[in-house]
């Protein structure tokens, strides 16, 4: 097995201590998910080798596909005033100050519907994307592909500033904690102890649509999430570069050969502990799940479009791959997940900022792309999370944890070119602000967010509420942007 893999280790104080450790957190079906997850070992292969012509998805095919931009996006860069007003105060020194972007490098959009104000979005989601055959997000705004959705975050009723004060409503615990609130965002349930991830369950409603399915329907391609996490369905781990294998096979005469007959025989072998059963079945099933996968996608062809050489422009490819791959694997469900982390900025913030941006806008961009090539653009869709927007008032050449940020949406069933939601009153110490600093309260919730996309993804209104329990005290339960 190769060595090189942390995830992977079989030594029983190391397992007994990550089961235990799971088992106090999420239970014992979370705790045979991770197992699973364990079961990986890296594959070198990182060639073009991807996914069957247009076409061959069936036509009631859905993905859902979940970004996660790790440690608070600073999504007051995201979406910029533009009118004359609203950017003077923006860049003021009250305003963002030194985190401010020139505004002759701003790209103005014009959404369908207008709040009176003008807005424009960073200068890093150009539509000029040198070395690549993709544009980027501005673009796809403008082809009416991706939609903004304005001041999301957790809640666990609607909240206003006097509320907030007064501590009048139950508060999301621990708000602008990273650990906390990114479990919060992807379990969409800030009022209870974590038990299931919000995609979790509706794949767990939804797997049935799947058959007779030879790997699981939620697959992650940066390793254990909360958001996956189900009672019924198990997330399965990929990395960037594809199909997950083991370095050899038993039965050849070489010291791996060897190496791998030996562990074959110790994984058959009967146990009388529960975890020592457990960790072999679900070994066994990964290892087995792993090679048909790398067997689908090894032979088929690749992409005409070209992803970036980055891990998040990978990780999107894999996953373009395994939707072009869905046909051969018995699925016409598929949930994924997808991390990029460095946004925890609060200094030195505008450089990686841009860098960020830039990375996610050809990413992203390509991804799209790619499922247009597959003819399933309308069938597959992204969309953001992070742990919580960030302070409007800069700390001197960065920012600091926040609470509700802008998000946006990308595929061909989303009703682009539109921001969502109520963007929020950008005044210090406003009727939004939740401080003094510019954190703004949410106007859009979390459960709003993320039962729109599982409504598109085929969630009846009768199901909703087993999905998301918190629903019904908010007033949209469909945003309309999908």
């Not at 109520?422 to 939740?434: C, F, H, K």
Request: net charge neutral; with cysteine; hydrophobic share 40%.
């Amino acid at each position: 097995m190769n060595s090189k893999n942390p995830a992977f280790d079989p030594l029983r104080r190391r397992f007994l201590g990550q089961c235990c450790a799971a088992v106090s957190a999420t239970g014992m079906l979370s705790t045979l998910a991770q197992l699973r997850m364990m079961g990986a070992v890296a594959s070198p292969d990182n060639g073009p080798q991807p996914p069957n012509r247009a076409g061959a998805l069936p036509g009631d095919y859905k993905a859902l596909v979940c970004l996660f931009l790790a440690g608070g996006n600073d999504a007051n860069n995201l979406i910029v005033p533009f009118d004359t007003d609203g950017y003077n105060a923006y860049a003021s020194a009250a305003g963002r100050g030194a985190i401010a972007l020139p505004r002759s490098q701003l790209l103005e959009i014009r959404p369908r519907t207008s709040d009176g104000r003008g807005w424009a979005l960073h200068s890093s989601l150009n539509s000029d994307v040198a070395n690549t055959n993709t544009t980027g997000l501005k673009a796809l705004f403008d082809e009416g592909r991706m939609a903004l959705v304005g001041n999301v975050g957790t809640l666990v009723v609607p909240t206003t500033k006097a509320q907030y004060a007064a501590r009048s409503v139950p508060l999301p615990p621990q708000l602008f904690s990273h650990n906390d609130q990114q479990v919060e965002w992807q379990s969409s349930i800030p009022d209870k102890p974590f038990s299931t991830g919000w995609g979790g369950r509706v794949a767990d409603l939804t797997n049935a649509l799947n058959g007779n399915s030879s790997i699981s329907m939620a697959i992650s391609l940066n390793g254990q999430n909360s958001f996956q996490v189900g009672k019924q369905v198990v997330q399965f781990a990929v990395n960037a570069g594809g199909a997950i294998t083991l370095a050899s096979t038993a039965g050849s005469s070489t010291a791996a050969g060897i190496r791998a007959l030996a562990q074959n025989d110790l994984l058959a072998a009967r146990n009388a502990n529960l975890f020592d059963a457990a960790f072999a079945g679900i070994t066994q099933n990964a290892i087995a799940d792993s090679a048909l996968l790398s067997g689908i996608l090894g032979g088929n062809p690749p992409f005409n479009t070209a992803f970036p050489g980055t891990s998040l422009g990978q990780q999107l490819r894999t996953i373009a791959r395994l939707i072009a791959a869905a046909p051969q694997l018995g699925l016409k469900r598929q949930i994924f997940f997808a991390r990029i982390g460095g946004w925890d900025l609060h200094d030195a913030q505008l450089g990686a900022h841009a860098n960020l941006f830039a990375d996610v806008s050809r990413s992203v961009a390509a991804f799209y792309r790619s499922t247009v090539e597959l003819g399933c653009a309308e069938q597959v869709t992204l969309f953001t999370a992070s742990d919580f927007g960030r302070t409007y008032n800069t700390n001197g050449d960065g920012s600091d944890h926040g609470w509700g940020s802008n998000h946006f949406v990308v595929g061909g069933a989303v009703k682009g070119g539109d921001i969502y939601g109520r963007m929020a009153d950008l005044t210090i110490r406003g009727p939004d602000d939740a401080g003094t600093r510019g954190s703004w309260i949410p106007t859009t919730s979390v459960d709003e967010y993320s039962a729109t996309l599982a409504s598109w993804f085929g969630v009846s209104a009768t199901n909703l509420p087993i999905v998301f329990p918190n629903l019904g005290r908010f007033a949209r339960p469909n945003l309309g942007f999908v």
